[in-house]
């Protein structure tokens, strides 16, 4: 069974009596600017609630009432408030001055001086004489508790820890590693062929560790044919998780699949670089659907002595991993029969994932001969790289190819109309059983559109005309 989150933690170690002594020099900071209203922040220690507000800071002053009041969220005591100025043209932006035990360390003559109300205390309040001071930054410092309980000494390999009891009750707080989290989800890739080794998910991409090239984590996937629960996903193996990309080569037939992922977080002695498990969730899922697999031919040599005597069964739709027999039925001593698989060109559906691969659309327009080219750039687009006739070639013609839903779409239409104009025409491509329709609007009809063929790096792509326009 799998862990989602990891129980290695970096220290544990915490009790009921706090009576100890302070650390110090902890601060959190807020930029107090508002626009022409209050001001209420919460932080990890600090909650800061001002009155009004402006563009330039916070206000304080008797004049309307106006102070600040900075209130701990988890008994710390505030022991110093520093303070950035506002500027209102009455003096120098972004002077700082700085209050400790409520004293000031610097006033304004103008506007009287800044009190701190209830100083080394777990809430305290900012105010200022008649005239307001404009308040844009507080940095409040405080002190928390040190705990005064046991240590406990805890193996990260075994996930155990031990420690002394001491005289008085104890509280343990487990201090976990951060979550590995993605930059990046995994993204589906529809109609790639059963039983070929095709990715079926662009991989997703995991955050690096602070400002280095290291990632928090790799991506994990798991594929099913079945829909899974996360208690299902949970009680899988670690082991039957991968790393690699999904590809479509384990399924045998068109179908969907499931593909589950999740964020398995670093391993390091370093304690700055390891990093908890990604949640496993059955919502973290990928539906695919899978295109039917190809199918090949089975034939003998040109040169083949005896051919009526020879048999391949199966010999045509062949499946990848599918039984063929191969029988003689003459009188010579057979040796053995040398089988060599032949080169598959490239397909339509390899453009759509890979980038550099070229597409060349070839069609007639009023019988005349137009050709255009295509550059896939890898993400379901393409660039057009040029052409030959008299509608490629025009510059008030726009013509793309680009996929949409499973198909690959050719579109031609003048720059004055839309794809869905009645001057426009498409060859709509599917490139999971390679068949095509062509759509042509009630004007473009007239141009009497004639697709002739399709072609993937200058190698032909049969194609078979699956509607009538």
């Known amino acids: 069974m799998i862990q989602i989150k990891k129980t290695i933690l970096t220290l544990v170690a915490l009790l009921a009596v706090t009576t100890g002594a302070w650390a110090t020099d902890a601060y959190e900071e807020f930029t107090t600017t508002a626009s022409w209203t209050s001001y209420d922040q919460t932080a990890d220690h600090f909650r800061v609630t001002g009155s009004y507000g402006f563009p330039q800071g916070l206000s304080i002053g008797t004049s309307h009432n106006y102070s600040i009041t900075i209130a701990a969220l988890n008994s710390e005591t505030i022991s110093k408030v520093e303070m950035t100025i506002g500027d209102m043209g009455t003096w120098n932006d972004g002077d700082v001055i700085s209050s400790t035990a409520g004293s000031v360390s610097g006033s304004y003559a103008v506007n009287g001086t800044i009190t701190v109300d209830n100083p080394n205390a777990s809430t305290v309040t900012l105010s200022a004489g008649e005239r307001s001071i404009l308040i844009k930054t507080l940095k409040v410092y405080y002190t928390s508790a040190a705990p005064t309980g046991p240590e406990v000494a805890w193996n990260k390999a075994s996930k155990t820890g031990t420690f002394t009891m001491t005289g008085g009750n104890v509280t343990l707080e487990p201090e976990y590693y951060p979550q590995a989290t993605l930059t990046a989800a995994p993204t589906a890739i ?240 599917f490139p999971s059983d390679n068949t095509y329709y062509m759509w042509a609007g009630m004007l473009a009809q007239g141009l009497n559109p004639t697709f002739t063929s399709i072609s993937v790096n200058d190698t032909a792509i049969a194609m078979t005309e699956a509607q009538d326009s």
Do not use: C
């Open 190 to 429: 529809n109609d790639v062929p059963a039983t070929t080794d095709g990715a079926i998910v662009n991989a997703g991409t995991v955050a690096n560790i602070g400002s280095t090239t290291t990632a928090q984590g790799t991506v994990m996937y798991y594929v099913s044919q079945t829909e899974m629960t996360d208690a299902a996903l949970l009680a899988l193996d670690a082991d039957a998780w991968t790393a690699d990309v999904p590809t479509a080569e384990s399924f045998t037939a068109a179908g969907q699949a499931h593909v589950y992922y999740y964020v398995r977080g670093n391993d390091s002695d370093n304690d700055d670089e390891n990093f908890s498990d990604g949640d496993i969730l059955a919502a973290n899922a990928l539906t695919v659907t899978i295109a039917a697999a190809p199918t090949y031919a089975v034939t003998f040599a040109d040169d083949l002595a005896e051919p009526t005597l020879w048999t391949a069964d199966p010999n045509t739709d062949v499946t990848k991993g599918q039984t063929v027999t191969v029988t003689y039925s003459g009188t010579k001593k057979v040796l053995g029969v040398k089988a060599e698989k032949k080169a598959t060109g490239p397909t339509l559906a390899e453009t759509l994932t890979t980038a550099g691969m070229t597409v060349k659309v070839s069609f007639l327009l009023n019988g005349n001969a137009e050709t255009v080219n295509f550059t896939s750039n890898g993400d379901g687009t393409y660039t057009k790289t040029g052409g030959t006739g008299t509608t490629a070639t025009a510059p008030d013609w726009t013509i793309q190819l680009v996929e949409n839903s499973g198909m690959i779409v050719f579109k031609a239409y003048p720059n004055s109309g839309s794809e869905n104009e009645i001057t426009a025409f498409k060859f709509n491509f």
